[in-house]
């Protein structure tokens, strides 16, 4: 519910921070000379592992280049030519991490090989009669998420180890990691990051570990730690040099221990996403030294104490919980440090006065998610210059205040559900001009758009009152959310109007408004678009020819206006479109096939389309087999059995809906080739003839609605089409059979399945299926996002409430 840019996915984070420094550093090679031979060779022994598919990054790494030290990565002592250092970090490397070639490196003392693809580390292949101690600090194999280590032996041989990063590996298996750890590592190791590694014991009662002593960063964010916070982390009693943790996105429970109070070094504190409860103690606010303090979406209990105004170094806060209650204390307003400010929880209130932002001059981003209303005078200014304001849920209207006008810098500007009716007029349109992202979902404001031009990336006006006619917009949108307003009249304002340049529109969502008339032939303009909504309007005509140059389009959705003619656009050439809805229009003819490939959703109901179901319909490939691609950030709804049902993002089903047409004929044999279809609903046509055998070798069908055509005969035995319910036959007399009534020459019972067995397979299958699903959906969204910085914290946010769902999933399966 709570959502934030300080509450980042930290795993994506790291990915984004790691992306945007410059890909590589080689060392300077200007030096004439050669560098040592044992180094060199024990170097091109490692390379023997490594596999290269998708880049050419070793390509230095050659026999006949005899300085080693001018190989990419490779870093040497300007005086010994020794080897000290290799940072081979994202260089699309495969394969094995032969780590005993690189012992032989006597004076290598820092090795970076995260965000790779490794799959394995070796054993100790030839090297057995070797010295295997070695001079290695600092080792960061992390973002390697394809290496699943079984076990941390090989631990044993780096003596001299102060940073250990293993983040995003698997360590599954490793159900020892804890004692590992500390008896393989020695006892002066500074830094051990293991995010994201997928633990599940922390080791709640174990006592005494001797790594803690020298530790200075500990970071177990993100593993799967169901129970209290651990003894041998909380329980010391003081002798700790630690300074960073991070324990946030885990199950754990419990009160923060009031032991913390004598880690007198404590720096940053991160505990946010677990399930820490009593209070937040007023202890915390002696902590003279701490600068991060993150708390978010916890079930704290309590006021937010006062003496966290004592924290004067402190740089970010971050504290939420559903059930904290009352204001926010006025100390809060000392805290001149303060860059980043988030507080949120459904039963905090109270009025915000000056005071609680009096000293906040050093103040970046405020982000407040509670129901406070303020009491600022009309003509504050106030002592900060913010990048980045999100007040949500808060009682700002009903007049949009000055005060934000003061804000020359804002990147962001976010007031959804804020109560603001009233803005004003141009002052107001050309000030949000100049902010990247806005949104003001969900207030109820009124204005008219129709001279006005918007220019921000990222727009949510969603769910107000706004009206008069479309804005325009400049090239700079990338993604315009206007549905559920009062716009009228054509849509051709905003999509005709010349955009100087190229023009970057990705998602467009003008749906759930009062438009009307043709949609107008100007899509070539509109060539990057991806998701196209324009449903629930009284838009009429036929679609225009221009559509078939949208060749990004993922989504089209027009359904409920009052289009008609027949569908003839040729939209084979849009390859990526994944899903179709036009229907409750008047569309007639027959039903359009000139569709892409990839399709997996395809909504025709309640149009006038006429004929028979064409045998093409098995070419959608990805209801033949192929994997789920895509995953929408937003909702979409489904008819069965006349409820509404509403699925996210990873309930997608891969449908065909060509409901209540007139559509004649038989069903296609064809039907059974798309293996992987969901939900089929035929329902409300003409049709005759038998169900086709065919059918039952759709085992992931979890809805089927066949019911009011003219079909007859047995429904096919098999699969799951006996479990569903007898109004998926109903209104076809000629029907027989389970789970209607039994057929008159009922078949030999011999020639029939083992039902129970059928339905349980057929459940682990749906099960499953979800599964690899959603898996599939996070990280193929997680991936090429980063490379797009206008989409940074959109998709950041949506990110962060998958994550939260992810872990709910988590949460169910594992209390299972
Ligand atoms: C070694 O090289 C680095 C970078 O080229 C330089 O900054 C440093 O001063 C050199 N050290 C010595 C001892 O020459
Ligand atoms: C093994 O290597 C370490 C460091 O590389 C060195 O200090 C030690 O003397 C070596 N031991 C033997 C027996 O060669
Ligand atoms: C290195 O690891 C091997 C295999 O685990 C072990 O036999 C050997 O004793 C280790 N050497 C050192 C110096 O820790
Ligand atoms: C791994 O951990 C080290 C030590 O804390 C850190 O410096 C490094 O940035 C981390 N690596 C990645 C890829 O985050
Ligand atoms: C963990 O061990 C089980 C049983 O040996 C194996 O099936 C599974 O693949 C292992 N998981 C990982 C991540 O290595
Ligand atoms: C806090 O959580 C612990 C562990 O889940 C539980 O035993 C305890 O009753 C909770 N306390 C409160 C006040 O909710
Ligand atoms: C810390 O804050 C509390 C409450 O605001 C106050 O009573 C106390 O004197 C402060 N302590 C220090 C050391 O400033
Ligand atoms: C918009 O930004 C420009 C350049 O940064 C600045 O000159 C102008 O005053 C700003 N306009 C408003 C309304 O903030
Ligand atoms: C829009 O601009 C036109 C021409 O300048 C003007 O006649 C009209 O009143 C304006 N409409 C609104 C709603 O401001
Ligand atoms: C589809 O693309 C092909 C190849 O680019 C082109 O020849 C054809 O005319 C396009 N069809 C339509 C309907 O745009
Ligand atoms: C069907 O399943 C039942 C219960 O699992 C089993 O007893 C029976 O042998 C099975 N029949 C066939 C034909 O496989
Ligand atoms: C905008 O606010 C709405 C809440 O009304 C929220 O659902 C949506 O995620 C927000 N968008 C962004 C980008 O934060």
């Not at 960063?217 to 943790?245: C, K, Q, V």
């Not at 809060?332 to 109270?350: A, E, P």
């Not at 196209?532 to 389009?553: A, K, Q, R, V």
């Amino acid at each position: 519910m709570l959502s934030s840019t300080s509450q980042i996915p930290i795993l994506c984070l790291l990915l984004l921070f790691l992306l945007s420094t410059t890909i590589f550093q080689t060392c300077n090679s200007a030096q004439p000379g050669n560098c040592n031979e044992k180094d060199r060779s024990a170097l091109l022994n490692f390379k023997l592992g490594v596999d290269t598919p998708s880049s050419n990054t070793l390509s230095s790494w050659s026999i006949n280049e005899k300085d080693c030290c001018s190989w990419k990565g490779v870093q040497c002592d300007n005086t010994t030519r020794r080897v000290t250092a290799l940072d081979l970090h994202q260089q699309y490397l495969e394969g094995e991490i032969n780590l005993y070639s690189l012992f032989q490196i006597q004076f290598l003392t820092y090795l970076d090989l995260s965000f790779n693809g490794f799959t394995a580390l070796n054993h100790l292949h030839g090297y057995s009669n070797n010295n295997l101690s070695n001079n290695i600090h600092y080792l960061d194999l992390s973002f390697n998420r394809d290496l699943h280590l079984d076990s941390l032996h090989w631990l044993s041989n780096f003596s001299s180890l102060k940073s250990l990063n293993l983040s995003q590996i698997n360590l599954q298996n490793q159900t020892n990691w804890l004692y590992s750890i500390d008896m393989l590592l020695p006892p002066s190791l500074l830094e051990l990051r293991l995010s994201s590694c997928h633990l599940t014991n922390i080791f709640p009662s174990t006592k005494h570990v001797s790594f803690t002593k020298s530790l200075v960063t500990l970071d177990l964010s993100a593993n799967y730690f169901d129970s209290e916070l651990p003894a041998w982390l909380f329980d010391r009693g003081g002798d700790m040099n630690i300074m960073h943790i991070d324990l946030s996105l885990n199950f754990l429970q419990g009160q923060i221990p009031k032991s913390l109070l004598s880690y007198s070094k404590l720096e940053s504190l991160r505990l946010s996403y677990n399930e820490l409860n009593g209070s937040i103690p007023g202890w915390l606010g002696q902590h003279q030294n701490l600068k991060y303090l993150s708390l978010v979406d916890n079930l704290f209990h309590g006021s937010i104490p006062s003496s966290l105004g004592n924290l004067s170094s402190l740089v970010d806060l971050g504290i939420s919980s559903e059930f904290l209650t009352g204001n926010i204390p006025t100390s809060i307003g000392k805290l001149f440090n303060l860059k980043s400010l988030f507080i949120g929880g459904n039963s905090l209130s109270g009025v915000l006065s000056e005071k609680h932002f009096s000293k906040l001059s050093n103040l970046e981003t405020l982000f407040l998610d509670a129901t406070f209303s303020f009491d600022l005078d009309s003509k504050w200014i106030p002592p900060f210059q913010l990048n980045g304001l999100i007040l949500s849920h808060t009682i700002l209207g009903p007049k949009f205040p000055a005060w934000i006008h003061t804000q020359r810098s804002l990147e962001y500007l976010e007031f959804p559900n804020s109560r603001v009716s009233s803005v004003d007029g141009d002052t107001f349109w050309r000030f949000v001009a100049n902010i990247t992202e806005i949104n003001m979902s969900h207030n109820n404001i009124s204005a008219d758009l129709s001279n006005v031009t918007l220019n921000s990336e990222i727009i949510f006006m969603n769910d107000n009152n706004l009206g008069g006619g479309l804005p325009r917009i400049s090239e700079n949108v990338v993604f315009l959310d206007l549905h559920a307003n009062s716009f009228a009249g054509s849509i051709s304002p905003l999509i005709c109007h010349k955009i100087g340049r190229e023009n970057s529109l990705d998602y467009l969502s003008i749906s759930y408004n009062l438009l009307t008339g043709e949609i107008p032939d100007c899509w070539e303009n509109w060539k990057g678009l991806s998701f196209l909504l324009m449903e629930s309007n009284m838009l009429t005509g036929e679609l225009p020819p221009s559509m078939e140059s949208l060749i990004d389009l993922l989504i089209l959705d027009l359904h409920n206006n009052s289009l008609s003619g027949d569908f003839s656009l040729d939209l084979s050439n849009l390859t990526n479109m994944e899903f179709i809805h036009i229907g409750e229009n008047n569309f007639s003819g027959a039903v359009p096939v000139k569709m892409p490939h990839g399709m997996e959703l395809m909504i025709l109901r309640s149009n006038k389309f006429e004929g028979p179901i064409p045998t093409c319909i098995n070419k959608f490939r990805s209801m033949d087999g192929a994997e789920k691609t895509t995953h929408y950030p937003f909702e979409f709804n489904l008819y069965f059995k006349g409820q509404e049902l509403e699925y996210h993002d990873y309930g997608l089903l891969r449908t065909l809906d060509f409901s209540a047409n007139s559509l004649s004929g038989n069903i296609a044999k064809e039907i059974g080739n798309m293996k992987n279809l969901e939900s089929l609903d035929l329902s409300q046509n003409k049709l005759v003839g038998e169900i086709p055998d065919t059918i039952s070798v759709l085992s992931f069908l979890s809805f089927l609605n066949l019911s009011n055509n003219n079909l007859v005969g047995q429904i096919p035995v098999g699969t799951q089409l006996q479990s569903f319910d007898i109004s998926c036959y109903a209104g076809n007399p000629g029907l027989c059979g389970a789970p209607l009534a039994v057929c008159y020459h009922e078949p030999n019972p011999d020639e029939g399945h083992n039902d129970t067995d059928k339905e349980d397979s057929f459940r682990q299958s749906l099960y499953f299926g979800m599964g690899v699903g959603f898996a599939v959906g996070f990280w193929s969204i997680c991936g090429p996002v980063f490379f797009n910085r206008t989409w940074r914290h959109t998709y950041f946010r949506f990110l962060s409430t998958i994550l939260d769902k992810l872990h709910e999933f988590v949460a169910v399966r594992s209390s299972n």
